[in-house]
């Protein structure tokens, strides 16, 4: 919903990409203290709502591979990049604004302005960490150097699997996994942290522990696992939800259980699994607004037309984002509604025709009274 404080959105947003850390501490203080978190919620909803915690950018939208879960080929669009002048543009707008920038392809790595698009981010946007997600094979020495001396704080690599067979099967280029490594290497050398990201799907679920393994340990990077999205109806690419619930378990309650704390505790305060248009938005390469990276039919705005703030206290002019948003009918009585909302949305439209439907991983709804410690194996998403 939106929050009391958005007729002051600049100050609001200024003061809380400030002291949001603050305010989760504070948070998992209190979090057993069942009254004062119930009500520091209630206010903490009601007043604040929504902000604009990162901005994903899409600087382009083509690639040299032909990964099976990428959502932009099925588009159709002819190869574009997000113009320079047009994201010095939204720099300009969120500048002093502590706003974290994620840029986002098509493969990032194509565009030849790429450790300018960078440093203008660091310096006229003042984005405090910015990320760039990649498939790795354009990251040669040189390439990395330029990206570390732009100021680029993070680096997320797509890595399908540990098996090279398997990777490059699924992004349909031989030898992708070896220039991947190569890519990875080079990043890492340059004093860029580097993150891998592995959506779990049925050509990867029954090598999990294997991949963490084999990225957590060899390539010795910082593995970030996530549910994988539909791409077609009947997508062959699902697993069963007990299978992903098992996986998402192992990864967070015994490997990486600080994460997991933060995930936990931003769901119960902000009380909704998906992140999307509440304090995370997507520019797509054509300027348009979208709640989601993997979502092009929600437009909130377009940056060619109006500000980001603009489009913030405007972005539920636009319906379907409220239905997006709200809390599926079939889990109305969930005891853990108020955390979830329903999880995640994205690829509801492709498998059911609409949005408001629950996320597919569910295993819910549950009627057990609530205990914080289950709520990541109830909430069936994660990021």
């Known amino acids: ?54 901005i994903k950018i899409e600087v382009n939208n083509y690639c040299q591979l032909k990964c099976k879960m990428c959502y932009l080929p099925k588009l159709n669009k002819p190869p574009k ?24 392809g098509g493969e990032p790595l194509l565009r030849k302005d790429i450790a300018d698009v960078i440093y203008k981010a660091k310096h006229l946007a003042k984005s405090p960490y910015i990320t760039l997600y990649t498939n790795g094979i354009n990251a040669t020495q040189d390439v990395s150097r330029k990206l570390k001396d732009a100021g680029l704080d993070g680096l997320i ?12 099967n699924f992004t349909e280029v031989p030898g992708s996994w070896e220039t991947t490594i190569e890519g990875i290497e080079n990043l890492k050398n340059a004093g860029i942290k580097v993150f891998t990201f592995s959506a779990i799907h049925k050509e990867n679920f029954k090598d999990y522990k294997a991949l963490y393994y084999f990225l957590k340990e060899d390539l010795k990077v910082h593995p970030l696992f996530y549910q994988y999205v539909p791409q077609q109806k009947d997508d062959p690419l699902i697993i069963n939800k007990k299978d992903w619930s098992e996986i998402k378990h192992w990864i967070l309650y015994e490997k990486e259980t600080e994460h997991m704390n933060f995930v936990r505790n931003f769901y119960m305060l ?5 992140s999307g248009g509440n304090f995370v938005f997507t520019v797509k390469v054509d300027g348009t607004v979208q709640p989601c990276p993997f979502v092009d039919d929600i437009p909130l705005g377009n940056i060619y037309k109006n500000d980001i703030w603009y489009i913030f206290k405007h972005r539920f002019n636009n319906p379907e984002l ?38 597919i ?13 289950k709520v990541i194996d109830c909430v069936p998403t994660f990021f």
């Open 1 to 54: 919903m939106k929050g009391l404080l958005d007729v002051f959105t600049k100050s609001k947003h200024w003061i809380l990409n400030r002291n949001q850390g603050k305010v989760l501490k504070f948070y998992d203080k209190i979090i057993d203290k069942p009254l004062l978190e119930k009500w520091f919620t209630r206010i903490s909803r009601f007043l604040i709502g929504g902000f604009i915690y990162s």
């Open 81 to 104: 990049d997000l113009p320079m002048k047009v994201l010095n543009k939204l720099f300009s707008e969120i500048s002093q604004y502590r706003i974290r920038i994620e840029i986002l």
């Open 157 to 168: 690599v797509t890595m399908i699997s540990h098996k090279k067979e398997v990777h490059d």
């Open 270 to 274: 902000n009380g909704n699994a998906c």
């Open 322 to 359: 409220k239905t997006f948003k709200d809390i599926p009918a079939s889990c109305s009585n969930c005891t853990y509604k108020s955390v979830c909302s329903g999880g995640c949305p994205a690829g509801n439209k492709i498998l059911f025709g609409r949005y408001d439907q629950k996320d």
């Open 361 to 373: 991983r569910c295993l819910g709804p549950f009627n057990s009274s609530f205990d914080k410690e």
